[in-house]
């Protein structure tokens, strides 16, 4: 993958891995690492184990967050930044979950990606990207709801409102094709192109 990219002029601006805090055993995370810096990016996509807080008995809370703890030391170690990605069926499918996760770990290497959540309104989703602003690292962009997957370009409005709420430039990274054509491509990218203006 490095050489493709050296060979097509393209940067890796994060690895998104399917690492499970609390559950992927954390010194593997060094070869999470390694592969990222081959990549180009010392930026990796993490998840937030299974289930959010209030889900969780006091040990299983406990293990969770001891693995952070020790996942934010690897991080610190090897200068490398490690992102929650936020989505339901994790631990920062709710709001307080997630600031309190964010502020506990209170490190620089410790942050999150951020995308709308499919099941929820537009209200509610500025909401939680008012709450976690600070931490966020980079943005998912689609447009989907609880069933369906849409043109990037009907939720342009959308879009616009939720880069408001952001205090400075982050990453937007557009994650699917509404169709899952890579025909599609150019004319997502140019609904992308529109909302960062």
């Not at 810096?37 to 406990?62: F, H, Q, Y």
């Not at 909401?127 to 966020?136: F, I, M, Q, S």
Request: glycine fraction near 4%; hydrophobic fraction near 40%.
């Amino acid at each position: 993958l490095a050489q493709l990219q050296a060979q097509f002029g393209v940067s890796c601006c994060s690895y998104g891995t399917y690492f499970r805090l609390g559950e992927t055993p954390t010194d593997e995370l060094e070869y999470y690492i390694s592969a990222a810096k081959t990549l180009g990016t010392n930026v990796l996509r993490l998840w937030a184990g299974r289930r959010c807080g209030k889900d969780m008995s006091i040990s299983e809370l406990d293990k969770f967050m001891d693995s952070c703890w020790r996942a934010v030391d690897i991080a610190e170690r090897e200068n490398v930044t490690l992102c929650l990605e936020c989505h339901d069926k994790t631990f920062t499918e709710r709001l307080d979950d997630a600031v309190m996760l964010m502020d506990n770990a209170d490190s620089d290497r410790f942050r999150m990606y951020w995308q709308p959540f499919r099941d929820r309104s537009v209200e509610e989703n500025l909401e939680y990207l008012t709450a976690v602003e600070k931490y966020v690292e980079h943005i998912h962009v689609f447009n989907w709801d609880a069933a369906n997957r849409y043109p990037l370009a009907d939720a342009i409005p959308t879009w616009k409102r939720y880069l408001s709420v952001l205090s400075r430039p982050r990453m937007m990274l557009l994650e699917f094709m509404p169709d899952n054509e890579l025909s599609s491509l150019p004319t997502e990218a140019d609904a992308l192109r529109e909302i960062i203006k």
